[in-house]
């Protein structure tokens, strides 16, 4: 079965300082990995997904098959970015999406 | 920019009676989904609905669950008869084909009593 395993419920950081949120995953077979975000008080929105090698308000992730991970970096987070964060994927013919618990990132002033 | 709306945004009701959440998913969109939140959970898919069948459907998805598409906008979820174990935070969403981005409403609060 896949399983998306996001290990941190909370992450805090300052403005200005580098953020990675961590996420892996179980699957055999070669899976579609994606990013969602939820502002406060807004709905679920696509971030990135890795087939399309974008970067979106500079965030990006790298899919490591080898550590199956697909962790989300930014260089210098912003207030902005405080939100939750899902890590999920799409594997094996399915249309459904499989998501991680979610990490709530808070940035600092 | 167009958007899925859910309708109501909260629905209270007692456990075994019947509810209908509503979805209007994007005009162009083909595929139609079912997702919910139960708090503090992950977010699960429960069903897919493509070309007016059920296309995928997870264990959750059982016989007190059904979806329609009664016209060419609406598309909803029924739960036959609801328990306690049902009150969620249940997502629709829409995807214009079968592997493109699934674009989410904002969601309907069920609380059942």
């Known amino acids: 079965a896949q399983r998306v395993t996001q290990p941190e419920k909370l992450l805090s950081v300052f403005k200005g300082a580098p953020v990675e949120l961590k996420c892996n995953y179980s699957?055999?077979?070669?899976?579609?990995l994606f990013w969602y975000v939820q502002y406060s008080r807004q709905r679920l929105q696509l971030l990135l997904r890795h087939i399309s090698r974008e970067s979106i308000k500079g965030f990006t992730a790298d899919l490591n098959k080898g550590e199956t991970s697909f962790h989300l970096k930014k260089p210098f987070a912003q207030e902005e970015d405080s939100a939750m964060y899902y890590c999920a994927l799409i594997a094996g013919g399915s249309e459904k999406l499989v998501f991680g618990k979610g990490t709530k990132l808070t940035v600092n002033p | 920019e167009p958007e899925v709306t859910q309708t109501p945004s909260h629905q209270v009701t007692q456990m075994g009676q019947e509810v209908i959440l509503r979805c209007v998913p994007i005009?162009?969109?083909?595929?139609f989904y079912w997702y919910r939140q139960i708090l503090g959970q992950k977010v699960e898919f429960l069903v897919s609905?493509?070309?007016?069948?059920?296309?995928?459907k997870s264990e959750i998805f059982d016989d007190q669950f059904s979806v329609e598409r009664p016209d060419g906008s609406n598309f909803t979820l029924k739960i036959r008869s609801t328990k306690l174990e049902d009150s969620a935070m249940y997502f629709c969403a829409s995807s214009r084909t079968r592997l493109s981005e699934q674009y989410f409403g904002p969601g309907t609060r069920l609380t059942v009593t």
């Open positions: 005009s162009n969109h083909l595929y």
């Open positions: 609905f493509y070309n007016n069948e059920i296309s995928e």
């Open positions: 699957y055999s077979g070669s899976p579609e």
